[in-house]
């Protein structure tokens, strides 16, 4: 006997942003995709069971794994370091401030000589932003983020980049994705443009809400909605128990 399903109810603020993690790797081909995060997970694995059939998702020790995690083959360190070295990943990191060229800081707060507050450290960053694509997932999008000018540089801006030349030959920032909108660079100067708002955002609230004056069409779409498949294999399959609205409470200013 086949089942009738009603109508899905609308998607939220959640499923928007993981829609828009997933869009960053369309296209990308055989390439290893890194999130960090939760959001960013649930869309490289809704890319992988809908539009990027040929990603590769990682556990993050040294096994490809399908989208449901099972194994599908073995990554050992040395490999995964030529794939990172040569541009064959698209890492989705988080920033604890970004600015309008895309450097990233998650190691501290303050003078980086007697910082005010002590983060994760300078970690991969470096090697990640020079070394192949990375995007950019923030949750909260506010001014404390989203800033004129990062205390210290981890991953490295197109401002940056653009002085090492070819050894910034595989730097590239696709996306920032936020609770509010995305984000590219696609200017005359690299600088930080409002490329979607998320539906129920306003500009002037993204506005507000950034530090630094941001590049702003005229006209700005809403970012993609999900069809019905995707809005179904995130629900009842990546994401049944709804960890992704912890994350983006629905109804959040951000």
């Not at 990233?104 to 007697?114: A, F, H, L, P, V």
């Not at 050894?167 to 660079?185: E, N, Q, Y």
Request: hydrophobic share 40%; aromatic share 6%.
């Amino acid at each position: 006997m086949s089942v009738t399903r009603g109508p899905l109810p609308p998607p939220t603020r959640a499923e928007y942003c993981v829609i828009a993690c997933a869009d960053a790797w369309r296209g990308a081909g055989e390439i290893l995709a890194s999130p960090m995060g939760l959001i960013p997970s649930l869309g490289a694995r809704l890319a992988r069971l809908t539009f990027a059939p040929d990603l590769l998702l990682t556990d993050g020790e040294a096994l490809l794994v399908r989208p449901d995690g099972t194994p599908e083959g073995w990554l050992p360190y040395r490999q995964h370091l030529t794939l990172v070295a040569g541009g064959r990943r698209h890492v989705m990191m988080g920033a604890s401030q970004i600015d309008r060229y895309g450097n990233q800081n998650i190691s501290c707060i303050g003078d980086w000589t007697r910082p005010r507050r002590q983060l994760l450290g300078v970690r991969g960053a470096p090697l990640n932003t020079l070394n192949n694509p990375t995007s950019y997932w923030i949750p909260r999008h506010s001014r404390r983020v989203f800033v004129e000018r990062v205390d210290m540089v981890c991953g490295v801006g197109y401002d940056r980049a653009a002085e090492l030349g070819s050894t910034a030959r595989f730097h590239r920032i696709p996306r920032v994705v936020s609770d509010l909108g995305v984000f590219d660079f696609a200017t005359p100067d690299r600088s930080m443009r409002l490329a979607s708002l998320h539906p129920g955002v306003g500009v002037e609230q993204v506005r507000e809400a950034t530090g630094f004056a941001l590049a702003v069409p005229d006209e700005v779409p809403y970012t993609r909605e999900p069809t019905a498949k995707e809005l179904r294999l995130i629900r009842e399959e990546l994401d049944p128990g709804g960890a992704r609205a912890r994350e983006v409470p629905e109804g959040a200013r951000g």
